[in-house]
Nanobody, 118 residues
Framework: QVQLVESGGGLVQAGGSLRLSCAAS????????MGWFRQAPGKEREFVIR????????YYSDSVKGRFTISRDFAKNMVYLQMNGLKPEDTAVYYC???????????WGRGTQVTVSS
């Protein structure tokens, strides 16, 4: 069983930055991809960004391109989300996820709240 735990959320002013972390624990961890999703109040969960674990290729939603970056640490089984130029519309609960193949997201964290004030 794999467990994902997010941290680093909080309250920030528009234009500010936050760095989210996701720690993976459990059985030997060899995901195909890890990523971040978010869910704002009253909205569906949406894809934000992901990274292919071994190759490092990254994929972004248009809404965060140029502002958010994702990175991973093999040794620590960690993935990070650096968020710059935050906007009020980035306010959401952010979830870390891991996919063991290219077709599905198999493990989810419980989420961390990010609130951006105007």
């Amino acid at each position: 069983q794999v467990q994902l735990v997010e941290s680093g959320g909080g309250l920030v002013q528009a234009g500010g930055s936050l760095r989210l972390s996701c720690a993976a624990s459990g059985r030997i961890f060899r995901p195909y991809t890890m990523g971040w999703f978010r869910q704002a109040p009253g909205k569906e969960r949406e894809f934000v960004i992901r990274i292919v674990w071994s190759g490092g290729w990254t994929y972004y939603s248009d809404s965060v391109k140029g502002r958010f970056t994702i990175s991973r640490d093999f040794a620590k089984n960690m993935v990070y989300l650096q968020m710059n130029g935050l906007k009020p519309e980035d306010t959401a609960v952010y979830y870390c996820a891991a996919g063991m193949n290219s077709d599905s997201w198999d493990y989810w964290g419980r989420g961390t709240q990010v609130t951006v004030s105007s």
